[in-house]
């Protein structure tokens, strides 16, 4: 089974609004990342949180990491229609392997 | 200048024959990664190399073999295509753990794709 594994699948929000974007994973990490993916490209990366770290931010992106939960959330507020992508959370495992989940579709509605 | 780089973009091939697939990275990385991406965007990691040398090898075909010339080069060879091979084929780079850099280790920079379709 996948060690990532984020949640909703799919969201449809408007401009403006926040979007929220859930990651478990099942195993202990060394750090948890978050990457976006635009239709027809590569993976970029967003943000790193580390396995002692609760909270992050960068710019208009907030992530949480609670490991008593296994989970994490990528939150962008104020989204843009240039926001519209794939939103993948890596989870690095205690032995080096990075284990991406699903991803989370985000269409921003302008 | 394009961080992470792959050949060819796209791949249009049939059922049975050998192909290969080109990354290079210029941004003096230590690892370098193969990924395949279904129809469904499930990104799963095949193979990894630190400085030439497999240190991740997944549960993959053997009809896939990685070859690395140098540490700035990951090239893909698949033998004796499938119809099931059809993915998004990403090469991806990072810098040694230990080392780190401005942007953070483990930080992954993605190569742009290769979208292989096999009729």
């Known amino acids: 089974s996948q060690q990532g594994e984020e949640d909703p699948q799919a969201l449809s929000i408007q401009e403006g609004e926040n979007a929220t974007m859930n990651c478990s994973y099942k195993t202990s990490i060394n750090n948890l990342q978050w990457y976006r993916q635009n239709s027809g490209r590569g993976l970029v990366h967003l943000i790193l949180i580390r396995s002692n770290e609760r909270e992050k931010h960068s710019g208009r992106l907030r992530v949480t990491l609670d490991t008593s939960k296994k989970s994490s959330s990528l939150l962008i507020t104020a989204s843009r229609a240039a926001d519209t992508a794939s939103y993948f959370c890596a989870a690095k495992t205690s032995y080096d392997k990075v284990i991406f989940g699903p991803g989370t579709s985000l269409s921003v509605i302008p | 200048d394009t961080a992470v780089s792959q050949t060819p973009k796209y791949l249009v091939t049939q059922m049975g024959n050998d192909k290969s697939i080109k990354c290079e990275q210029n941004l003096g990385h230590d690892t370098m990664y193969w990924y395949k991406q279904d129809s469904k965007k499930f990104l799963k990691i095949m193979f990894s190399?630190?400085?030439?040398?497999?240190?991740i090898n997944e549960t993959v075909p053997n009809r896939f073999s990685p070859k690395s010339p140098d540490k700035a080069h990951l090239n893909l060879h698949i033998n004796s295509l499938e119809l099931g091979d059809s993915a998004v084929y990403f090469c991806?780079?990072?810098?040694?753990?230990?080392?780190?850099?401005?942007?953070?280790?483990?930080?992954?920079?993605f190569g742009p794709g290769t979208r292989l379709t096999v009729l």
């Open positions: 991806a780079s990072s810098q040694d753990v230990l080392a780190g850099t401005l942007w953070g280790p483990d930080t992954q920079y």
């Open positions: 190399y630190n400085n030439k040398e497999l240190i």
